[in-house]
C-alpha cells in the first residue's frame, strides 16, 4: 500500500523555509525507513501539527505505527522520554532513529481520543497520569528554570503591542522570574502538551499517552493546556469563567498539586502563549488574534 500524505499536511511547506525542505525530502525518508525497517503499510496516515504517522506491521507481524516528526527542538528527546515512560501510561516505543526525528511506536487508534469523553471526565483521566508519568527527570532534557528565565526578560516586549493587558504582561514576567530562581522549578519528566488529543484508546491500557514534549520541571506547569484546548465547549457553557476553573478544579484535586503553583504557571504560559502569537505575527504570518483572545481570558479567569 502506498504511502499518500494529505494535501493538508503538504501545504504547511508554506510554514518556513526549514518546513518546505522537511516536505520534499519526507516521501524519501519514508520510503527508506519502511525498507530498512522491515515495515509494512496498514492502513491509512494520520497527521498532526508537526508529524506524519503510518499505522504498519513490523517484520513479526506486530501492529506499530512510525511517527515521522518535522525536526524541531521540542521533540528532540520525544524517545528519551517514551524510554524512560517504558510503556507505563505511554505508547511503547518499539526503535528510534532521533538523528532522522523518526519512531516506531505501539499503535494505539488514532481514531478516538479523550475528546470523545465529557470534558471534566476527561481532565481527570489526564491528571490521574501525572503520577505515572512524572519521575525524576532524565539529564538530557531542558530545564523549565532556564525557560523562565528568558521568558521574564522577553514577556516585557508585549507592554510596548498593547495585545493584552500590561498588568498581566507583568505578573507573568513577574511570575517567571520568581520560578526561574526557585529549587521547585526543576526535576520532574514533564510531557508538557498533556491534553485530550494527546490521549489515545488503546488495547494494552484503555487510555495511552502519545507525543510529549518533555522538559525537567514542576508538575504544576502541566495544566494550561486543557485549559484552552476544548475551547469551543468551554464556550457553549455560557460561563466561560467556570468552565474554565472548574477544569483546573479537577486536574488540581484529582492531582493532588498546589492550586496557587498550578494558577501561576496558566499565567505565565498564556503569556507565553501571546508572545509566540505575536512572533509569529512579526515573521510575516498574521496575528492569530483567537489564540490571543483565548489566553487574555484563561488569564483573567485563573486570577484569586
Known amino acids: 500500500m502506498p504511502v499518500v500524505i494529505p494535501e493538508h499536511f503538504l501545504r504547511f511547506a508554506e510554514i518556513s523555509p526549514s518546513w518546505s525542505r522537511w516536505i520534499d525530502r519526507l516521501p524519501r525518508l519514508m520510503s527508506s525507513v519502511l525498507a530498512e525497517w522491515q515495515l509494512q503499510v496498514d492502513g491509512p496516515v494520520a497527521t498532526g501539527q508537526g508529524a506524519v504517522v503510518v499505522p504498519v506491521l513490523t517484520a513479526e507481524r506486530r501492529p506499530a505505527a512510525v511517527k515521522f516528526g518535522w525536526p524541531h527542538p521540542e521533540a528532540e528527546h520525544e524517545h528519551l522520554a517514551l524510554r524512560a515512560w517504558g510503556g507505563s501510561g505511554a505508547v511503547q516505543l518499539l526503535g528510534a532513529d532521533p538523528h532522522r526525528s523518526v519512531l516506531l511506536l505501539e499503535r494505539a487508534h488514532a481514531d478516538r481520543d479523550l475528546t470523545t469523553v465529557p470534558v471534566l471526565e476527561a481532565c481527570q483521566t489526564i491528571a490521574g497520569f501525572y503520577r505515572r508519568l512524572h519521575r525524576p527527570a532524565i539529564p538530557q532534557l531542558d530545564r523549565l528554570s532556564d525557560h523562565a528565565k528568558r521568558w521574564a526578560n522577553e514577556l516585557t516586549a508585549l507592554r510596548v503591542d498593547n495585545l493584552v493587558p500590561r498588568r498581566y504582561v507583568e505578573q507573568a514576567a513577574s511570575l517567571a522570574r520568581d520560578f526561574a530562581a526557585d529549587p521547585a522549578t526543576d526535576g520532574a519528566l514533564l510531557h508538557t502538551d498533556l491534553h485530550y488529543f494527546n490521549v489515545l484508546a488503546a488495547d494494552r491500557e484503555p487510555w495511552l499517552v502519545i507525543d510529549p514534549k518533555p522538559l525537567s520541571g514542576d508538575p504544576a506547569y502541566e495544566v494550561a493546556p486543557v485549559l484552552w484546548n476544548r475551547w469551543d465547549e468551554a464556550v457553549a457553557t455560557g460561563n466561560l469563567r467556570n468552565a474554565i476553573l472548574d477544569r483546573l478544579y479537577a486536574v488540581v484535586d484529582t492531582a493532588d498539586l ?27 504570518r498574521p496575528l492569530d488574534a483567537h489564540w490571543v483572545t483565548i489566553a487574555t481570558t484563561i488569564t483573567k479567569a485563573v486570577q484569586r
Do not use: L
Not at 498546589?258 to 503569556?271: C, F, K
Open 258 to 284: 498546589d492550586e496557587d503553583r498550578a494558577r501561576a504557571w496558566v499565567v505565565v504560559r498564556e503569556m507565553v502563549n501571546v508572545k509566540w502569537a505575536m512572533e509569529s505575527a512579526g515573521a510575516g
